[in-house]
């Protein structure tokens, strides 16, 4: 009888967890409130473009750079319990909706699966360099990518392509609260081949991207990690910083990733990114409109927290008059000066 009391218990513990996690899984982050803080559509000059998490496409009339490139969007509990392999179809569309022209560069700020799984398709279709760590080579080798389209760089190496120079920073990656989802075995040593476990995406080494242009400076920071004196000795008009999880550290961690990150390198503005949807296409955003936000797993459960990240650094940067921005989506903006904003007020 006992037993058969403990049975029902379980079971009912087990259908209660189950609908919570559908729940979660359906249920995003109310961000309407910092509708007015993004950025206008730039008319000419070096543009960036924005297409959800850290992806980016930087250009000038001949050259275009792009970070991440990741269009596939797997379901979450394809993520965490099957098989993910890279959507050509998103890719193929998400490229054709940036012009479909070639692509000069494309660097993974580091390997995780949101940075990193469709690096070998946009490289093979774009003709891009895969610029990155050993890890994201072995995610281009994978891929069937030929060895003369990577390019393996170590902290402090320096590229040209046509007007732009990027200069590689080792930085470090964000500590999930959960720990589950933190890695010890970071590397990965094999070629990678899709279909594969999204566990598979380990971190790799993890970079910050300067990229240089006559006409100004970007900084992208992806993950709000901390290396003491990475950005010591640089100065840039922009910094592209990603605040996904950056709320579920201490404030002690806060304020040295501030002093890092924003302090030293002394932007003029802000450019906030990766607080957003990580399972919808981006393709399901028209041009204009600001990127979806995350469900309550991934905000909540694995760390995310972006409704809290935006307002922490808003409050930072009011007191010191720094420019914040978001960044709609598939939309060219100013890529090397953040306009003034109302800080949500
Ligand atoms: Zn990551």
């Given amino acids: 009888m006992i037993v058969k009391r403990l049975m029902v218990g379980l079971l009912a513990v087990l259908a209660v967890g189950a609908l919570v996690f559908v729940w979660m899984l359906n249920t995003r982050v109310d961000l309407s409130a910092f509708d007015s803080l993004y950025a206008p559509r730039a008319e000419d000059g070096v543009s960036v473009q924005f297409f959800g998490t850290s992806s980016l496409l930087f250009a000038d009339a001949d050259t275009r750079i792009m970070i991440d490139g990741w269009f596939s969007r797997p379901s979450t509990v394809s993520i965490l319990f099957g098989e993910i392999a890279p959507d050509l179809e998103a890719i193929d569309a998400g490229l054709a909706r940036l012009g479909d022209r070639d692509v000069d560069a494309l660097i993974p700020v580091h390997t995780h699966l949101d940075h990193a799984m469709d690096v070998a398709e946009v490289a093979k279709r774009t003709g891009a360099l895969l610029v990155g760590s050993d890890s994201a080579a072995n995610i281009g080798r994978g891929g069937g990518l030929p060895e003369s389209q990577i390019r393996v760089v170590t902290d402090g190496d320096t590229l040209r392509f046509g007007d732009f120079t990027v200069t590689m920073i080792e930085t470090g990656h964000f500590l999930s609260p959960n720990p589950l989802f933190r890695e010890t075995d970071v590397l990965i040593e094999d070629t990678l081949s899709p279909p594969a476990s999204g566990w598979a995406y380990r971190q790799g080494t993890v970079f910050s991207v300067l990229i240089e242009h006559p006409e100004g400076s970007a900084l992208i920071h992806a993950s709000p990690g901390l290396k003491e004196g990475a950005f010591a000795d640089i100065d840039v008009d922009t ?76 409050t930072r940067a009011k007191a010191e008059g720094v420019h914040v921005a978001l960044l709609p989506m598939w939309t060219p903006v100013d890529a090397f000066h953040v306009a003034g904003h109302s800080f949500g007020e």
């Fill in 239 to 314: 910094l592209h910083l990603g605040i996904g999880g950056l709320a579920s550290q201490t404030t002690d961690y806060q304020a040295a990733l501030w002093r890092e990150a924003v302090s030293l390198p002394k932007p003029e503005g802000l450019y906030l990114i990766h607080w957003d949807d990580f399972e919808h296409s981006p393709m399901s955003i028209d041009p204009g409109d600001p990127p979806g936000a995350l469900n309550l797993f991934w905000d909540g459960v694995f760390g995310m927290k972006s409704k809290a990240g935006i307002e922490a650094v808003l």
